[in-house]
């Protein structure tokens, strides 16, 4: 439409006219405004088509999403050699045809502008564009004993070649860190239950009590248990959900029975309700160790109250629904597990579950992987913990970073950006320039999973063991990047490992470890079909879960908690679904995409309590100064009846520094101000553990709030009765 | 089709007035076509349709290679769909892939000079980049399928051979051009009005989705 000259005002009058003259579509006649200039626009033919290949018409194909780590399989459209659409695999039994919005939105990342096209070595201060050849000659040079890899989370294939090549180079050294995780459940759920991740029967449960799970949002694997909890929860029979935490999220906004604890006594509030169960409902507390009853018998409703903030009647009420809706599920997630006794409350929710008789019936051994090499390997944010240890102790020469940005998602007072800087060399293997990319000595551009091959294995298997096939749905964009397999396999070649000459890619590699897997993963089908059967589905299916599993009850102590003056407030910095940790802060959609509960979008926010806002001063859309003992961050509020008044919480993904032209110098980043608190037990971050104090900066702006108001100000929008009026119609038995 | 049925076709879709306009110009078409029989440029009818009205005056475009359309389609008699083989199938009728240019062109007219300059680009492995001539705004879904469903396989009486006159309702008569030249307008109220005659969908989403 480019050369148009027609304004508004011309548009109006031809209109004006048409509707005089009898003709009525005297509008949709100007050839200048409706139609396109001839021979601007280029096309260009195939030069020898595949036989399959039709112009204009989508073709689809399986693949993995790799947009966070839960695995969910897709069929991704392609046309004319371009990826355009993605969707759920039918035949997945992990998300079917469903996927969340990052998923949707990966085709952005996958043809972002900022995308790396060239590898970079630091000449100087500056990163600058240089030959493949000369960035490896200097890879190759300097990986050796001493190498770490710092990476999110890795699996399937890749993870065999990264296990082969550390042996290789004689380096044990691998960090997988992902700042949303689920570390701390998972060592409990092995301490108690024998495996990190078991399955969830959301379909035979009749509750759900989640401390601070959000499962419908960002824990574990969210658009399957959405899918099964929409189907058993809001379908034909309805079961209660009931939620802790301490700002309201996807999950605590579809719950029945919404509770805000004092952050970092969940624990408490569980062990207070199974207090109630035994004693009120004379549950059978013989399941448990008398240690367990002790610390339970000292949760007294007046003394959980009194830790947690929380009303006797609430407390009963959940223990009323939990024993009159059984059996249940009662999950526990970062905001309950990432204080400094995060593995104590995870413990005292898994000993509800005990007491319940769960374990078992609703919560069921997902089995052995029978390929074990490619078992499912969780990330972590230990793993931070402890290479900025290792580094200290100036164990490390080289590090590998990839897909992941600690710089970023760690928090500040970690250190992590001075802790790289001591590390001779580092190599970043990445689709963009991030904070830590940026520090980098060499930088090598990735392919986008739309244009990679690769296998890998969700931690949560829904169903039966599954090994989700990535393949390439479309040429890469750009020539000169390389997927992570492929570089990998470069190295194992340039190292002259024994077995790997024969190779000539990642993709050679992978066609023989499909012809390698077990007979039964293969049954009986030749190699050639096997592969084919891999690609078309998208899926390898394994072999069904099965195996047992019994509880063995944990230790819990009990779970005070204490104020602090000087730091009235916590912080919560939330995980936004569609930002996730930050990696997806350049992909326009997700930025415009309003947050779910707050309906922010392009921004950060501070969401506050009513009461914490007027004892402030403070309106919506006010600047606040959130200040911990590691630093100052200032936002707009958003004030909400879904937090908790003790809390201010700021979600993470923004406030990237170096992350490309969307993400940039957008919001602010919660996880720097956060204090290096670690759980007790298990040595994960503890990022719900920082206290701050809060005040009004008096500034103001417009505030980028899709809806502006949450009252319906008389307009009906949603039609309400009230109690005594409904038990007369259809909700009462006494018709009037 | 006899022309009563066509008639009491368009009497069902139409108002009085244009019923007459309409015979009107069907008397004059029959008149025109006796007259023109033993002229070899004559235009076969389409059956069941109502060609739209409208002209354009096209810009002259020029291409890499100056193709002459009518050598092919015109004095060889080459159907449109055979190098335009996606027509049939798929929203665009899309560009003859270089390889069908040379399945024939490897031993016909060898020596002429836009031949060797195809043969260079296949040798190299590239195509030719064309200039598009017809186009409309990516707000509109055209879908050449849909329409040659309409106007030839599904379309009683439709000559397949004589394809090129429905081409002809929005490309113009290519079989006398050298490269593609835009002779009608393409525009909203071009569609439309054809949309109307032949009871074409009407709803928005059909062509804006």
New interface residues.
Partial sequence: ?SGNDINRRDFLKFMGLGGVGAAT??G????TT???E????????????EEYV????GVWYASTCQQCPSGCSIHGRVREGRVLKVEGNPESSMNGTGLCQMAHAGLQGHYNPDRLSKPLVRKGDKLTEASWEEAWALVEEKLGARTAWLTGTISGHQAVLLDDLKKTLGSNKSYAYEAINNGVGEALNKAVLGEATPRYRFDKAQSVLSFGADFLGTWVSPVHFTKEYAQKFRTGERGVLMVVEPKMTMTGANADFWVPARPGTEGALALGIANVLLHKHQVDGRVLPKAALDVIAKYSLAKTTDVTGVRSEAIVKMANYLRNNSPSIILSGPSAHEHANGSQNAAAAMLLNILLGNVGKTIESSGEMPVKDIAARPASSKAIVDFVADVGRGDIDAVVITGTNPVFTAPKALGVEDKLSQVPFKVALSMFIDETSALADVVLPLASSYEDWGTSVAAYQPHDKVIGVQQPLMQPLYKETKGLGDVLLSLLKSKGVDGYAGFDDYYAYLRKAFSDMPASVKQGKSDKAFWSAALQSGLINVGAASGSIKAKAPKVQAVGYEANSDYPFHLVPSARQGLWDGRHANIPWMQEAPDQVSKVFWDSWAEIHPKTANALGVKEGDFIRIESDQGVIETQVYIFKGVHPDVVAVPMGQGHENYGRYATGVGVNPLKILSPTTDESTGELANHATRVRVAKTGAKAPFPRLGGSEQQAGRLLVGTVTADVFRKTEGGDHVA | MLVSDYINSRQRRVGRASIKRSLAALFALMIGLGGMMSVSSVHAEVPNAVPPK?D?Q??D??QPIEFPHDIHADINGINCMYCHT?AR????A??????KCMGCHSVIATDKPRIQKLTEY?EN?????????????DFVHFTHEKHLQRFVFNNEGMDVDNVSEVCAFCHGDVKKMTVAH?VK??????C??CHEANEGPSDCWKCHK
């Avoid at chain 1, 949709?28 to 050839?31: E, F, H, L």
């Avoid at chain 2, 307008?185 to 071009?190: A, E, K, Q, R």
């Fill in positions: 439409m579509l005297t949709c006649d100007m050839p409706v139609t396109l001839e021979g601007k626009e280029k096309v260009v033919s195939y030069l020898a088509p039709i112009p204009g018409i | 409208g354009h096209g810009e475009v020029p996606y199938r798929s929203k665009v899309g560009i003859p892939p270089t390889s296949w492995k590239e195509s030719p980049q064309w200039n598009k001539v017809h186009d409309v705004p835009k307008p393409l525009n909203m109220g071009f439309v009005r």
